[in-house]
């Protein structure tokens, strides 16, 4: 409780950081905020026209010209914002250092702040997201609603991972290069651009052990066909965030004051 109390207290610090990260990301640029539109949208028109109207791609069992763009915006999405918590997360403590070394403060707030900077970034472009699927008649209507729960799990298991990295990062920085290399592997071993139906049966069966490939799934079922998750397929990933998170919070109380003495 004590921690939730100090955590409440620094909330402005919290969201101050978010907005300053957020304005100094387009500060010296022309169009400056309208990039966080112009980016995505032109992610989204890409992956429309190219896909759909140039290749002519089909999803196997959905109609619609539409299908594969959906699906495979659906999974970059989601994969995106998972990608940058955990990226972000295991380098949020080398690059405050500074700040950890000379002001006292809560330092469980930084994970805060990089889940809330992902957050904004990934509600513009999926709201963009949103407003593509409206005009093309494929919105799935009020199922989209049970995302927030697939939201929370993913962010979960990302931020818990990141925790950890980012505590190992400080003692053994090849930390942080492994995690980018993990990630590239692990990105073409969830079923993001293209269908676990097209695997053989030997290597669907371990998308099982795969957090992210139900947490995919899901995400995928709600914007393609409009289907609620299973929700039994995501209790895995939603206990595996909950140790990760209590695993990661352990590892930083343990060593935050040999975290401080590293940096």
Known sequence: MNLVRALWQYRQFVFGSVKREFQLKYRNSMLGAAWTLLQPLAMILVYALIFSRVMQARLPGVDGPFAYSIYLCA???AWGMFAEILGRAQNIFLEQAGLIKKVNFPRMTLPLIVIFSALVNFLIVFGLFLVFLLVVGQFPGWVILSLFPVLFIQILVAIGLGMIAGVLNVFFRDVGQLIVIVLQFWFWLTPIV??????????????????MAGLIAAWQGVL???VSPQWFSLLYPALLGLVLCAFGFHLFRRRSAEMVDEL
């Open 224 to 226: 393609v066909t409009a």
């Open 75 to 77: 999974g970059i999405l």
């Open 194 to 211: 293209y269908p676990a139906s097209i695997l053989p049966a030997s290597l669907r069966s371990l998308l099982a052990y795969n957090p």
